[in-house]
């Protein structure tokens, strides 16, 4: 039998194979593949959630600007972003969700921003402006095509911008398939490590790591500290 493959969502090689199978209660078994070329770990397509049944899901999800936990979580990324960036910048949360904070923690900071989804706030004017950062908090991981969203990011960013991203990532000496961040089924992309400097180097962008599981990513820029 020929060994399983299928292109990579990232970088859209063809030197995949299966990494891992699992099989959780009430999910049945869903095959997750690994890329050589880039690194990413992705769920088998035809396993993965229909629209309907993602926000479903997601209509779930409490997060809330109000919890003082969740701004906390938020706060590894927006702290250190805004010590980067210059007074006046415009930035965009890519990826909101139904309950957005991370652009009003920014706003706090002196900083405007927009709020984006495509299930709750799917304003495609936003789409046609840049900005000077992005974040994009808990989103990474449920991109079916991460290397399409990705060039999409990069069009967005202005030279000189920064791309704040945080997801949960796989380290080499984890444990894919105790892993309770591979447990959720709408978690269908994950990273290494060289999945990101992957995709730095495609863009031309510098990426630096402020935070476990916060990666910032520097358009056409000095590398950040």
Avoid at 137 to 164: I, N
Avoid at 165 to 183: I, P, R, S
Wanted: with cysteine; charged share 25%; proline share 6%.
């Amino acid at each position: 039998m020929p060994e399983l493959s299928l292109k990579c969502p990232l970088c859209l090689g063809d030197e995949t194979g299966l990494f891992s199978t699992r099989s959780d209660s009430g999910l049945g078994e869903r095959r997750y593949f690994g890329c050589e070329e880039c690194g990413l770990v992705f769920l088998d397509p035809e396993k993965r959630l229909n629209n309907a049944e993602e926000k479903k899901r997601y209509d779930l999800h409490r997060n809330s600007p109000e919890d003082a936990g969740y701004v906390d979580f938020l706060n590894r990324l927006a702290v250190p972003l805004s010590e980067r960036l210059a007074a006046g910048a415009c930035g965009l949360d890519f990826g909101c969700g139904p309950g957005p904070a991370m652009s009003g923690l920014m706003r706090a900071r002196g900083f405007a921003s927009e709020d984006y989804d495509p299930l709750y706030r799917p304003d495609t004017a936003l789409l046609n402006q840049c900005y000077d950062f992005i974040t994009c908090t808990e989103v990474a991981e449920h991109l079916f095509q991460p290397g399409e969203v990705f060039v999409l990011l990069d069009r967005l960013l202005k030279p000189g911008g920064f791309l704040g991203v945080m997801t949960g990532l796989l380290e080499e000496e984890q444990d894919f398939e105790a892993w309770w961040y591979a447990k959720d089924p709408t978690h269908v992309s994950f990273y290494r490590r060289r999945s990101l400097e992957w995709i730095a180097k495609k863009h031309h962008w510098q990426v630096n790591y402020p935070a476990s599981n916060v990666v910032f990513f520097h358009k056409n820029g000095i590398q950040a500290v």
